[in-house]
């Protein structure tokens, strides 16, 4: 090994450029900020989506559709998992505190109940709502459907 062989380890020494180190660097001066305007002083960023002064994609494209803020969102379950809990816990009571205990749905969820699968027993459920199909799918095995 000579001094004149000596390198740093590899990955130590990062090339970038040193800004504002005098003008032999040739990053001195303005130190690549440009002259003038809100992009040369401290403290700027740009915005989200700033195409350098064109009109940005966001604003380019049309509005379009309609969101109801009234819109009342249901946490839809449908028969098929009731008969599982139904054949696993063995359970003929379902509210919407089983079916949170169980982590079927969230304590703020109103929950709807959906007609796919089939019951094989008598179950009685207290939901926030109902679909037509579940509600005759109930009260056909002699279940009895309540409404919250």
Partial sequence: MNLNTLKPAKGSVKNRKR??????????GTSTSGHKGAGSRSGTKRKIGFE???????????????????????KGI?????????????????????????????KKDLVKILGRGELKGK????????????????EKLGGTVTTL
């Fill in 19 to 28: 800004i504002g180190r005098g003008e032999g660097s040739g990053h001195g």
């Fill in 52 to 74: 350098g002064g064109q009109m940005p994609l966001q604003r380019r494209l049309p509005k379009f559709g309609f969101k109801n803020i009234n819109r009342v969102e249901y």
């Fill in 78 to 106: 449908n028969l098929d998992t009731l008969q599982f809990l139904s054949e696993k816990y063995s359970i003929t009571e379902i509210n919407i505190d089983t079916l949170i205990e169980h982590g079927i749905c969230g």
């Fill in 123 to 138: 179950l009685n459920i207290s939901a926030h709502g109902f679909s037509a199909t579940a509600k005759d799918a109930i």
